[in-house]
């Protein structure tokens, strides 16, 4: 199973992003959890957004209303749409699964770098 981060770039404060992070060699069918989590320069990677398989939702504080994650079960895809991009969302941003196989496994993108800068 291999996730494959994209979409990230340069952006104006206020405008929008949408990161794809695409499954390859699984299933997400098989995903019992999907998240975006993001790290900025000098900090520790915080989790920025997840979606369980039963469509459930959560969001940090920091970006509820502003980002959505979803998921596209015939593309084997997640997304995170991003509007109103603030200077403190710049980060590398990672996706991640928690991946059932025989038991369940953690599997990460490679990231993909947002940077929010007028």
């Known amino acids: 199973v291999q996730l494959q981060a994209s979409g990230g770039g340069l952006v104006q404060p206020g405008g929008s992003l949408r990161l794809s992070c695409k499954i390859s060699?699984?299933?997400?069918?098989?995903?019992?959890?999907a998240a975006w989590y993001r790290q900025a320069p000098g900090k520790q990677r915080e989790l920025a957004a997840l979606?369980?398989?039963?469509?459930?939702?959560n969001y940090a504080d920091s970006v509820k209303g502003r980002f959505t994650i979803s998921r596209d079960i015939a593309e084997n895809t997640v997304y995170l749409q991003m509007n109103s991009l603030k200077l403190e969302d710049t980060a590398v941003y990672y996706c991640?699964?928690?991946?059932?196989?025989?038991?369940?496994?953690?599997?990460w993108g490679q990231g993909t770098l947002v940077t929010v800068s007028s």
């Open positions: 060699g699984g299933s997400i069918l098989r995903v019992n959890k």
């Open positions: 991640n699964a928690e991946y059932r196989l025989v038991t369940v496994r953690d599997f």
């Open positions: 979606i369980t398989s039963g469509g459930s939702t």
